[in-house]
């Protein structure tokens, strides 16, 4: 048996006979929601919507990422595009803006590098960055998001909706 195996299974155990013994009182490491919130710092208080909050023993989802401010809101065709030769220039891998593709990622000719949005009707909180351009023919309404293999991008299609231009 391998040693990841066999870690994974004393780990199992001791866990499982320390719940059972009830060797810990883990009572004292929780706090209650008002606890909690008293000893948040003001910066992050101020920045998120439900920092923390705790019921009975069970700790519920944070929000991860600070409120950002929507500057804009403009109507959109969204098209997906993956990296192949023939969507792309010869350097199917590097962005426009020089950095390498990866999720998140959109092309757009209006919007300068670097800016944040969110598609809200499509992919609710998720923030993309304009890191790419397109070909001048497809104007300035028009957003490109970046998709790992050429079926997945296919399969997006077309899609009128709008996009949130977020603060920086």
Not at 10 to 26: E, K, S, V
Not at 53 to 63: A, E, G, T, W
């Amino acid at each position: 048996m391998n040693s990841r195996k066999k870690l994974f299974r004393y780990t199992l155990l001791l866990a499982t006979i320390i719940g059972f013994a009830g060797i810990f009182d883990c009572s004292q490491l929780f706090l209650s929601e008002t606890e909690a919130k008293e000893d948040l710092p003001e910066l992050v208080k101020e920045n998120f919507e439900s920092p923390i909050v705790i019921q009975d023993n069970s700790i519920l989802p944070v929000s991860p990422m600070p409120k950002q401010k929507v500057v804009r809101t403009i109507r959109v065709i969204t098209t997906a595009y993956s990296s192949t030769v023939w969507q792309t220039d010869d350097t199917p891998f590097i962005t426009a803006a020089g950095t390498s593709v990866r999720d998140g990622i959109v092309a757009n000719n209006l919007l300068p590098f670097g800016t944040k949005i969110r598609l809200p009707e499509i992919y609710g909180d998720k923030v993309f960055i304009v890191e790419d351009r397109m070909h001048s023919r497809k104007g300035y309404y028009h957003i490109d998001i970046w998709c790992d293999s050429y079926i997945e991008a296919k399969d997006y299609g077309a899609k009128r909706t709008y996009i949130e231009i977020l603060e920086n």
